[in-house]
């Protein structure tokens, strides 16, 4: 009973903690641009940036939708910690899905949850770190990472991260307490979706943020619709 509740309490000042954090982040964020314009005279129209805002929030908060819904079971509670330094899907994630990938923990547990939050801590101090060296030899370096092979490593940087991540998707985790036969079937639908909407005409680049909620919903109701009719199995590895 009493590791129950030091438990509760511990995942209760997580989220609290995480909530002011965020406010804090997004606080700091807004007033650095309000204190320039108020040092320079900068004038400030409402209408104008009403206008420039809108078009970026009809792109970026289908995709911050989508990235919230399809990240937060793998990050749990680490999410308001991967949120607030960035680098969410090229750092994070994969810091997280290694981290509980090297425990042998199930995506979803209270164990995962810690180890998750742990990792992305240590990613966060690691690349304030980086960052800092960067910017004191950013200039000694210069040449370097100008250079023709630096620039050319560095287009398979992304690529390279999403490849070691659907890796891990595609592994699955063996050890667990369960597995998921044919985990990549429902895969199957929104990539025919996408297929079918560019053949008739559709276009997909510039609508990336609409297009990953319509792949998750289309996903959730086919995974749910072939789990009940058998194509998917969720199997105990004890009954193995």
Same mark, same amino acid.
């Given at each position: 009973?009493?590791?129950?509740?030091?438990?509760?309490?511990?995942?209760?000042?997580?989220?609290?903690?995480?909530?002011?954090?965020?406010?804090?982040?997004?606080?700091?964020?807004?007033?650095?641009?309000?204190?320039?314009?108020?040092?320079?005279?900068?004038?400030?129209?409402?209408?104008?940036?009403?206008?420039?805002?809108?078009?970026?929030?009809?792109?970026?908060?289908?995709?911050?939708?989508?990235?919230?819904?399809?990240?937060?079971?793998?990050?749990?509670?680490?999410?308001?910690?991967?949120?607030?330094?960035?680098?969410?899907?090229?750092?994070?994630?994969?810091? $997280?899905?290694?981290?509980? $990938?090297?425990?042998?923990?199930?995506?979803?547990?209270?164990?995962?949850?810690?180890?998750?939050?742990?990792?992305?801590?240590?990613?966060?101090?690691?690349?304030?770190?980086?960052?800092?060296?960067?910017?004191?030899?950013?200039?000694?370096?210069?040449?370097?990472?100008?250079?023709?092979?630096?620039?050319?490593?560095?287009?398979?940087?992304?690529?390279?991260?999403?490849?070691?991540?659907?890796?891990?998707?595609?592994?699955?985790?063996?050890?667990?307490?369960?597995?998921?036969?044919?985990?990549?079937?429902?895969?199957?639908?929104?990539?025919? $979706?996408?297929? &079918?909407?560019?053949?008739?005409?559709?276009?997909?680049?510039? #609508?990336?943020?609409?297009?990953?909620?319509?792949? &998750?919903?289309?996903?959730?109701?086919?995974?749910?619709?072939?789990?009940?009719?058998?194509?998917? #199995?969720?199997?105990?590895?004890?009954?193995?």
């Amino acid at each position: 009973m009493e590791k129950d509740t030091r438990k509760e309490q511990y995942f209760n000042t997580i989220h609290r903690v995480g909530r002011i954090g965020s406010i804090i982040s997004i606080g700091c964020m807004l007033i650095v641009p309000i204190l320039i314009a108020m040092k320079y005279d900068l004038p400030f129209d409402i209408k104008d940036v009403a206008g420039t805002a809108g078009t970026l929030l009809a792109v970026f908060i289908p995709t911050v939708m989508a990235e919230f819904i399809s990240y937060g079971p793998i990050l749990g509670s680490g999410t308001y910690l991967a949120y607030i330094t960035g680098n969410v899907t090229n750092l994070k994630i994969p810091c $997280a899905l290694n981290a509980q $990938a090297l425990m042998d923990l199930e995506q979803g547990t209270e164990e995962s949850d810690v180890i998750s939050l742990i990792a992305i801590a240590s990613s966060s101090l690691i690349t304030m770190l980086v960052i800092a060296l960067g910017v004191v030899l950013l200039i000694p370096l210069q040449p370097f990472l100008q250079s023709a092979s630096v620039q050319t490593a560095s287009k398979y940087i992304l690529p390279a991260l999403f490849g070691s991540l659907f890796y891990t998707m595609l592994a699955g985790n063996k050890r667990g307490k369960t597995t998921v036969k044919n985990r990549l079937l429902p895969l199957v639908v929104p990539i025919i $979706a996408m297929v &079918i909407w560019k053949l008739t005409g559709g276009e997909i680049l510039g #609508k990336e943020g609409i297009w990953i909620v319509v792949s &998750i919903v289309l996903l959730l109701i086919s995974s749910i619709v072939m789990l009940k009719v058998g194509l998917v #199995k969720i199997i105990e590895n004890n009954d193995k």
